[in-house]
Every structure is written in structure tokens, then in C-alpha cells.
């Protein structure tokens, strides 16, 4: 039987790839001996202040969390803390049957996928593995090219230039660069803007800080065909932005 794991097996000599939040202890004791009888062995915790004091030291790769906690921050709250510090972690939130509005609020904090309790194990297990896949999938190797087409526009990645529509060449200020570099290096991938500033500018994003959003706006000017209407850089609701590439 799987209890709650020992303080020598949550160490960060051995950092937990999965974690789970449920702090109804027989409901974690269930989830947890289903996750283990696959070979997927989660660290445990009664609250989100217990996954975030790990969560300083190590990132999971695969968070469940329980939608209903009984603390101040519930699961939405801590998806979104988790999100804000990993573009990469995958969050699988455990909600009520048929409740539809914590699947969508869930979602819109920024978690991948959901599991309806109670559950199907077979689907349990299939949703984390497929989480855990993408999440320690090796990255891609850069690309050779240097020039990578981002909307209607050329970007040189090593000239640092950016070519538009009309063919005029546009100097990228050195923030706008960085950001543009970023979003092609993750495409299809919903990024915060909480990483993105902490990634560029090594700084906490402060409350209504506008800087990422100001240098989005900047950048749709100029590799947008209709800046009021994203293609490449979308917004993402309650998470920031995700470059897709063009098909052309």
C-alpha cells in the first residue's frame, strides 16, 4: 500500500517528477497507489504551500491538483503559480463530475488537461503519461537556418533584423529581439508573461506590469497583417501569449 511518502523520499536528492495535491487524505492515498501499480510513483501533499516550498528548489514535470482545497489558494490559484514560474510543467486538474466551469476555469489558469472524479484509472494514467511525455520531452535541436518567418515578416536571427512585408528593413531594439527569439524558440507553446519578463529582463513581474504586453503591441505593428487581429502572436486568456508559425 502507498501512504504518504517520508520526508528521505522527498528530498531533492531524489526531486519528484509528479506531484499531487489532495489534501482529502484517502482520496491521495487512491490516486496515488493507481499512479504506482503503472509505474508512475507521485510525491504527495495535503496542500499547495507544501508543492510550493519543493517547487522553490525543484519544478515538477507532471502537477495534479485537486480543484477544492481546503486552504486559502485552491487549485486554480496554484496552477496559476506554477504556470508563472514553468512554460513546460504539466498541470492536470482533479475537478467535481460534470462540473463544466472548473474544467473551463481550469483551463483558463493554465493547466493542460483535466480528469473528472471518479475517475477511470486506465484514463488517469493514460492523461498523466501523455503529460509527462511532453514535459520531459528532449528538446528540438535549433535550427540551421538563420531567418525564420514570423507573420508577414523575415526575422534574421543572427543579423538581428527584421524584414517587412514591404521589404524595408526594421533594427530591433535589443528587448524586442530577445522576446521575438523567445516566442520562436516555443512555438505552439502558451507562455506567461511572468516567465517571458523574468526570462528577458531576469526580473519578478510586478503588479500591472505592462512591459510584455507594451512590446507585444510593438511587435504585432510590425509582423501583423492586421495587428488588431494576431495571427502569429496570439493572446492566450489568463496565461499571455504563444507564437504560431505560418504555414506559408
Avoid at 1 to 16: F, H
Avoid at 167 to 192: I, K, M, Q, Y
Avoid at 210 to 239: F, T
Wanted: glycine content about 4%.
Amino acid at each position: 500500500m502507498i501512504t504518504q511518502l517520508n520526508e528521505r523520499e522527498r528530498s531533492l536528492d531524489n526531486p519528484a517528477k509528479i506531484v499531487l495535491v489532495e489534501d482529502e487524505a484517502f482520496q491521495r492515498q487512491v490516486i496515488a497507489e493507481c499512479l504506482a501499480q503503472h509505474g508512475l510513483r507521485p510525491t504527495t501533499f495535503a496542500s499547495g504551500a507544501e508543492l510550493k516550498r519543493l517547487a522553490q528548489h525543484a519544478m515538477p514535470d507532471v502537477a495534479l491538483l485537486d480543484v477544492h482545497l481546503n486552504e486559502a489558494e485552491d487549485g486554480f490559484a496554484l496552477a496559476r503559480w506554477l504556470r508563472s514560474r514553468s512554460a513546460r510543467v504539466g498541470i492536470l486538474m482533479l475537478t467535481a463530475a460534470g462540473d463544466v466551469i472548473d474544467r473551463v476555469v481550469g483551463l483558463e489558469s493554465g493547466a493542460d488537461d483535466y480528469v473528472a472524479k471518479p475517475f477511470e484509472p486506465r484514463e488517469l494514467v493514460a492523461r498523466v503519461k501523455a503529460l509527462l511525455r511532453r514535459a520531459t520531452a528532449a528538446a528540438p535541436p535549433p535550427p540551421r537556418l538563420t531567418e525564420v518567418r514570423v507573420g508577414v515578416a523575415m526575422l534574421d536571427l543572427q543579423r538581428r533584423t527584421l524584414t517587412l512585408a514591404d521589404g524595408s528593413s526594421d533594427s530591433l531594439s535589443a528587448s524586442e529581439f530577445e522576446l521575438l527569439r523567445l516566442f520562436v524558440e516555443n512555438p505552439n507553446r502558451p507562455l506567461t508573461r511572468d516567465w517571458l519578463l523574468e526570462t528577458i529582463a531576469h526580473r519578478e513581474a510586478e503588479a500591472f506590469d505592462r512591459a510584455i504586453d507594451n512590446r507585444v503591441m510593438r511587435l504585432r505593428r510590425k509582423l501583423e497583417r492586421d495587428p488588431a487581429k494576431p495571427e502569429a502572436i496570439r493572446s492566450v486568456r489568463g496565461v499571455g501569449y504563444m507564437f504560431v508559425p505560418s504555414d506559408g
